[in-house]
């Protein structure tokens, strides 16, 4: 855009507003269904089994993890998908353990 500015083409579609409203609508409730699913019941479940706090937190982060393989484009971006998302859950629980710890409202 910055070489040849003529060659870019400014386009007016309706239908890019209305998947933008139902992105903005649809990926919070996916993304929060997440979190309660994993750091409320299945890592409180785990937990309760357990009586150990790192046994529910490694478990629900692996899970995580691992249902996030298929967001990368190949194998090898697949696996740092899970890597990513391995790190990320572990950060999460830790804060929900942290609070359920400390009782905080």
Not at 29 to 58: C, D, N, W
Not at 62 to 82: E, K, L, P, R, T
């Amino acid at each position: 855009m910055i070489i040849n500015p003529t060659s870019v083409e400014w386009s007016f579609n309706p239908a890019f507003f209305i998947l933008l409203i139902l992105s903005l609508i649809i990926y919070p409730i996916q993304a929060s269904f997440e979190e309660i699913f994993f750091r409320g019941y299945l890592m409180q479940g785990i937990g309760l089994l357990t009586r150990k706090p790192a046994i529910p937190l490694l478990i629900t982060s692996v899970i995580f993890a691992i249902g996030h393989f298929w967001n990368g484009n190949d194998v090898i971006s697949g696996v740092g998908m899970v890597i990513n998302m391995f790190i990320f859950g572990i950060t999460l629980g830790i804060i929900t353990l942290g609070k359920t710890a400390l009782k905080l409202p």
